[in-house]
């Protein structure tokens, strides 16, 4: 596990091909085996594969997020928060396994910040995606995790980032 989280980066540049529908699977299920407070399991995904869609996304954000539009997947990462009020640490933990998976399956990935950020038109990121997707009030959307095939490769993280300063031993 080390190595996978030494190698993986954000990838915002994507190779034009599509994620296979068995790494597609694999992603969500992987998405869905963490664990979660009271084993409530408030995630909800919308998997938007299609360009015109992926284009309206790239305007969630205030500045735009280039990238998306040119992303092959985007998985849209819900909270229901009528089921818990741990939903934003439950389905963080979600979008990240899914991240962990990617990187796996030799696939590159980005987190997009949706939740509490504004979007280009005038209007909150969360709006602005429930619009035009179609999500219902109760759900809330907490970010887009953009995934393809890495188009060029970023450098590694290094063991010598990890600070020990921010470990306290028995105390702070
Ligand atoms: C909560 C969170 C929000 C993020 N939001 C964005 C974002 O909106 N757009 C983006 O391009 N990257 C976003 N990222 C990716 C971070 O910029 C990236 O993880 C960080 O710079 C460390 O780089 P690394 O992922 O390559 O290790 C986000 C990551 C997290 C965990």
Request: hydrophobic share 40%; with cysteine; proline share 5%.
């Amino acid at each position: 596990m080390l190595d996978l989280l030494l190698t993986r980066r954000s990838c915002r540049k994507f190779e034009d091909k599509a994620v296979e529908a068995e790494k597609k699977e694999k992603l969500l299920q992987a998405a869905q085996l963490g664990p979660t407070g009271k084993n409530t399991r408030p995630w909800e995904f919308v998997v938007v594969e299609k360009k015109e869609t992926l284009q309206k996304l790239g305007d969630c954000r205030q500045p735009n997020q280039p990238f998306l539009p040119k992303t092959p997947l985007a998985i849209v990462v819900l909270g229901n928060t009528q089921k818990t009020d741990t939903w934003i640490e439950d389905v963080s933990i979600a979008a990240v396994i899914m991240q962990l998976e990617a990187e796996k399956l030799g696939l590159g990935s980005c987190w997009v910040q949706i939740r509490l950020r504004e979007s280009n038109q005038g209007m909150s990121s969360e709006e602005y995606v429930r619009k035009l997707l179609g999500i219902p009030e109760y759900m809330a959307v907490l970010s887009i995790i953009a995934v393809g095939y890495p188009s060029g490769t970023m450098p590694a993280h290094q063991l010598d980032e990890v600070d020990q300063a921010k470990i306290h031993t028995e105390t702070y």
